[in-house]
């Protein structure tokens, strides 16, 4: 099992920055995918950003490609979202998201991900 537990959220005028902190806890491995993903009242729940693996390469939702940072701290079990340049198109709920057996064709599909976290709400607004 492991549990994900999201924090940062908030409310930020278009063009500013947030943090979001994912702190991990239970079995993870380096086999373990860490992953964040968006969902919009209405809208499905879209893919944001995902790190294959422990040390593997990152990959972005070409919508926050250039202006949203997923970083991975080892040393405290924390997987971060940095997110710079805020649109109102970004107002969202941000999960974070981590499966121990995911293989990389499937890393962008939310279906494939065993463990969620509660989702921390972020509002891009003037």
């Known amino acids: 099992q492991v549990q994900l537990a999201e924090s940062g959220g908030g409310l930020v005028q278009p063009g500013g920055s947030l943090r979001l902190s994912c702190a991990v806890t239970?079995?993870?491995?380096?086999?373990?995918?860490m992953a964040w993903f968006r969902q919009a009242p209405g809208k499905e729940r879209d893919f944001v950003a995902a790190?294959?693996?422990?040390?593997?390469?990152?990959y972005y939702a070409d919508a926050v490609k250039g202006r949203f940072t997923m970083t991975r701290a080892n040393a405290d079990n924390t997987v971060y979202l940095q997110m710079d340049s805020l649109r109102p198109e970004d107002t969202a709920v941000y999960y974070c998201?981590?499966?121990?057996?995911?293989?990389?064709?499937?890393?962008?599909?939310?279906?494939?991900?065993?463990?969620w976290g509660q989702g921390t709400q972020v509002t891009v607004s003037s």
């Open positions: 998201a981590a499966d121990n057996s995911l293989i990389l064709s499937s890393v962008r599909g939310a279906e494939h991900y065993d463990y």
């Open positions: 239970g079995r993870t491995s380096s086999s373990t995918t």
């Open positions: 790190t294959f693996r422990r040390g593997g390469r990152t």
